[in-house]
């Protein structure tokens, strides 16, 4: 492909270029208006939107269509039909009609629901997001579509990130007209995710029992090398990664999805892959597809890519920071700091909604980035803490305070600037030193959540910013909308605000425990576990919030935050019992077999010269033998209290998980990896953390 990349960029893709092309002016004319209005499409576009679709597929060898979706398993699901149709006993017709396109009906009894759907009605329902460009892989027409049930509740991840993506829009023109601003129609949330991810030998991963059932190591002595030296982090990509690379970012092309930047990251075998930024709902496609790619192309270089957010543990995790902005359709960024006093003052509204959002929803975009590996992650210095706070940087942070104190400010090259509604001082563009550890950092024109896991999908976090946005951007809009003096107004509320929730701009180090201590003072929640975390999910200022901007009810909440719970404990379920089989079948028979060996050894040196000192090989089995002992009860403990969670209350079940199946998995590793540091290695029955971290050479 590399002679003729613009030729196959985005090739498999039915996008607007495409559609200019191949449909009628009306049904172009009518598709643009439903995605920039959101008016609805005839059925007589669809029919046209549909053979055209066909036709287009079937010229680049595709025979069936499926509606593709998102559901609350956080991959993606889709059910492939061909279009054949029959026209006569012995005839058929290739067929696509507007009707298959728009809906689908498959047989969605086997999602989670969380109770959703009743088991009567096990139908789902997945209708096509005209918003999203439809697609071809594996030899299918993928057409984009939401998932939702009999009574339109939302099964999936896409329907609240288009809702949330509506009213923010809707909120956001609000302010914006009250600025005198007249020509914007849409604001758009934009979403750049960066992907961490491990690269590492199929062969290996094959004979690791828990990679393949968990996707993590439970077990693992520290290797002598880790990432101590740091020469990983950027350094030369090896020939192997380098091809497996080169082949993802072409399929991801061909896909429209606008792979940039690749690098290697800190932990060996870890690496990034950055996409140049899109709509938040085609990020979010787009970032379901590249982790799906990642996989599959690693399969063919005899290679397994591993997403999870913990793969290894005394190594950096994986995670994903999700950049995100508003822009308009006028190609305004929001978040830019401009070159007048009211540009910077728009600018500053937009800031001062975010850090009050923040600021008031901490616990619920601590919500959004809960799952079993982002555990293993969060508050263990290689990600930020579990506290939320937001990176301004120091020039800012220095305009915030002038503002708050009504004060002078002094820029850096000593100008002063009485700030004013009328002399808002000009913002630098770019103030962004880097902090890497704070969760949510200003990066001079967007905001980057850091706290995402690498396998979780995109939308939870991305609709909660944009819906808290929204609730800010209204309260504003409804405040200045009744001014008599909307430029005193402003002023007012921009400081007003800044200074009730300064509290959440915090600059310093994320990573040192004193801003732990800190952040307790400041009042800021410190929620440390996905069980923790979701017990603030339902609070009800978050069912107020989702509520009042039509993005999830209640009920639909309750249900997502049982699919959680729920989801938390079969995590552990899952993990403890491979451990439990690990440890019985495979660890504790090899580490038998050596002392058993040792034994012999003791025996046979002693049949020979009866007073031979064997201190060493005693010692040795005496060790081992305590370690076994140990290993056993480490077993037998772990599996008595999987047989005691807590049925019925579903956060009680995820809290038992967390503190007692979690905390005996710990224990019952340290025994193993103690005794992989001193069984022979032509015994131990699993390849080691060096094997693994160092097996791509
Ligand atoms: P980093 O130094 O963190 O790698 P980059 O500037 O390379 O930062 O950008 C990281 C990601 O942020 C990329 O996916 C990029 O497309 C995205 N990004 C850049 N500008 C914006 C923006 N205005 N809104 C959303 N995402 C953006
Ligand atoms: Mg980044």
Not at 590 to 609: Q, R
Request: hydrophobic letters at 40%; proline letters at 4%; a negative charge.
């Amino acid at each position: 492909m590399s002679g003729n990349i613009s030729r196959q960029f985005g090739s498999m893709v039915f996008n607007e270029e495409v559609m200019k092309q191949r449909l009628s002016n009306t049904c172009y004319r009518a598709w643009k208006k439903c995605v920039e209005e959101g008016t609805p499409l005839s059925l007589e576009t669809a029919h046209e939107m549909a053979a055209e679709m066909k036709n287009w597929a079937m010229d680049r060898g595709a025979t069936h269509y499926t509606h593709w979706f998102q559901p609350m398993t956080g991959v993606t699901a889709e059910k492939h039909d061909s279009f054949i149709t029959p026209e006569s006993p012995s005839r058929v017709l290739m067929q696509f009609s507007g009707k298959e396109l728009v809906r689908g009906e498959p047989d969605a009894s086997s999602f989670p629901s969380g109770g959703l759907r009743a088991t009567f009605e096990a139908r789902g329902y997945t209708a096509w997001d005209p918003t999203a460009f439809a697609f071809i892989k594996d030899g299918s027409l993928c057409i984009p579509t939401i998932f939702c049930s009999y009574s339109g509740q939302a099964l999936d991840k896409k329907t609240p990130l288009l809702r949330s993506m509506e009213e923010l829009s809707r909120q956001a023109v609000r302010v914006l007209r009250l600025f005198g601003d007249t020509d914007v129609k849409r604001v758009v949330s934009q979403v750049g995710p960066e992907q961490e991810y491990f690269l590492i030998d199929r062969d290996v991963f094959n004979r690791r029992e828990d990679l393949l059932l968990t996707g993590r190591t439970l077990f693992g002595a520290k290797p002598p090398k880790g990432q101590e030296l740091e020469d990983h982090y950027f350094g030369t990509i090896k020939p192997r990664v380098a091809a497996y690379m080169q082949e993802l970012d072409e399929e991801l092309w061909q896909l429209g999805i606008l792979a940039k930047t690749k690098h290697n990251e800190v932990a060996p075998a870890q690496h990034e892959l950055a996409p140049i930024y899109n709509d938040a709902n085609t990020a979010c496609d787009h970032n379901q597809l590249t982790m799906e790619i990642m996989k599959k192309v690693a399969g063919r270089h005899n290679m397994v890519c591993l997403l999870h957010e913990k793969p290894f543990a005394g190594v950096n995790g994986s995670g994903k920071h999700d950049n995100w902005s508003l822009s308009t359709d006028t190609g305004m960024n929001l978040f830019r700091p401009g070159s007048t006093p009211s540009q910077n003052a728009r600018f500053l509204l937009f800031l001062a909604a975010f850090i009050k959002g923040v600021d008031e929803y901490q616990e619920l975009l601590r919500c959004t980035v809960a799952n079993p590996g982002n555990d293993h992650r969060l508050g263990a210095q290689e990600a930020p803490p579990a506290i939320i706070s937001i990176f301004l940087g120091d020039e800012l942070t220095a305009i915030m305070d002038a503002i708050i104190q009504g004060t002078e400010y002094v820029d850096q090259s000593k100008n002063i600037l009485s700030i004013g509604v009328d002399a808002l001082p000009p913002i630098p563009q770019d103030t962004t030193d880097r902090n890497r550890t704070s969760p949510l950092a200003f990066t001079g024109n967007k905001f980057e959540f850091r706290m995402l896991g690498s396998s979780q999908s995109i939308s939870g976090p991305n609709t909660a910013l944009n819906t808290i946005m929204a609730e800010e951007l209204s309260q504003f809009a409804d405040e200045l909308e009744g001014a008599e003096d909307f430029n005193a107004a402003l002023h007012t509320l921009i400081r007003n605000t800044l200074r009730d929730h300064q509290r959440i701009i915090f600059n310093g180090n994320g990573y040192d425990e004193a801003w732990v201590e800190e952040a307790a003072r400041r009042g800021l929640s410190n929620l440390t576990c996905t069980a923790d975390a979701l017990k603030t999910y339902l609070m009800p200022k978050h069912v107020q919030l989702f509520g009042k901007h039509g993005i999830f009810t209640r009920e639909e909440l309750a249900a997502r935050n049982e699919i959680h719970l729920e989801n938390y404990c079969e995590v552990a379920g899952i993990e403890a019992r491979t451990m439990v089989d690990m440890v019985r079948r495979s660890i504790f028979p090899a580490v038998s077999a050596f002392s058993g060996d040792v034994a012999k050894a003791v025996a046979a040196k002693k049949s020979v010269l009866a007073d031979l000192n064997c201190a060493a090989e005693e010692a040795l089995l005496r060790r081992l033998s305590s370690l076994m002992a140990d290993l056993t009860a480490g077993a037998d403990a772990l599996e008595e209290a999987l047989a005691h969670v807590p049925a019925g209350d579903a956060y009680e079940a995820a809290h038992y998980c967390k503190h007692t199946v979690f905390a005996r998995m710990d224990s019952l590793r340290a025994v193993a990896d103690a005794l992989e540091t001193i069984t022979s290695a032509s015994y131990w029955p699993y390849p080691t953390y060096t094997e693994l971290l160092f097996s791509i050479k």
